[in-house]
T-cell receptor, first 115, second 116 residues
Framework: SQTIHQWPATLVQPVGSPLSLECTVE??????LYWYRQAAGRGLQLLFY??????ISSEVPQNLSASRPQDRQFILSSKKLLLSDSGFYLC??????????????FGPGTRLTVT | AQTVTQSQPEMSVQEAETVTLSCTYD???????LFWYKQPPSRQMILVIR??????QNATENRFSVNFQKAAKSFSLKISDSQLGDAAMYFC?????????????FGPGTSLSVIP
């Protein structure tokens, strides 16, 4: 069966510090991968998605970046965190291509607090 | 562009009663998927139910069922025999069936409280 991992689970970082959040998927190949941010009590904002190694699409201009160095690894980074980067970050994966259905499966999330 | 609207920011239901959460969407496509996700206080997103637009029959998963009205672009979720564990944020979501389009559009969510 497929599983998705995210770490760390919780992170407190000062403004201006770098960020690296990691997401890995097991039990599947060539997945689509996604990074979402969720502010407290709010909906999901798609940040990045990837359909393959090195292929990243950005949805929202910001000081965050994403990379996909391996097929089942997705990393969210920042060189300098802002207070507004605080939130709950969710990684998700879905089947790519012709397979139906196309729902997304989510990791447990990372709660980031920028102080 | 596709949009998903959930007009009820908050809902409440008595334990063992039935509640319906509303969702409407806007699209010009004819083939797509619709989903309901649940996010409990743990914040783990869980898929509750899915509906394929080409299927006229409403999807059902145990106590959860949907009322899919394609012409009206409406996709409501009915929870029967509500339980305390049903308390969560519920998100309606849309995805195009085009294989080149890989994004899911989420609604803003409805917070459901279950009253003992």
């Amino acid at each position: 069966s497929q599983t998705i991992h995210q770490w760390p689970a919780t992170l407190v970082q000062p403004v201006g510090s770098p960020l690296s959040l990691e997401c890995t998927v097991e039990g599947t190949s060539n997945p689509n991968l996604y990074w979402y941010r969720q502010a407290a009590g709010r909906g999901l904002q798609l940040l990045f998605y990837s359909v393959g190694i090195g292929q990243i699409s950005s949805e929202v201009p910001q000081n965050l970046s994403a990379s996909r160095p391996q097929d089942r690894q997705f990393i969210l980074s920042s060189k300098k965190l802002l207070l507004s980067d605080s939130g709950f970050y969710l990684c998700a994966w879905s089947v790519r291509g012709q397979g139906r259905p196309y729902e997304q499966y989510f990791g447990p999330g990372t709660r980031l607090t920028v102080t | 562009a596709q949009t998903v609207t959930q007009s009820q920011p908050e809902m409440s239901v008595q334990e063992a009663e039935t509640v319906t959460l509303s969702c409407t969407y806007d699209t010009s496509e004819s083939d797509y998927y619709l989903f309901w996700y649940k996010q409990p206080p743990s914040r783990q997103m869980i898929l509750v139910i899915r509906q394929e637009a080409y299927k006229q029959q409403n999807a059902t998963e145990n106590r959860f069922s949907v009322n899919f009205q394609k012409a009206a672009k409406s996709f409501s979720l009915k929870i029967s025999d509500s339980q305390l564990g049903d308390a969560a944020m519920y998100f309606c979501a849309y995805r195009s069936a085009k294989t080149s389009y890989d994004k899911v559009i989420f609604g803003p969510g409805t917070s459901l409280s279950v009253i003992p």
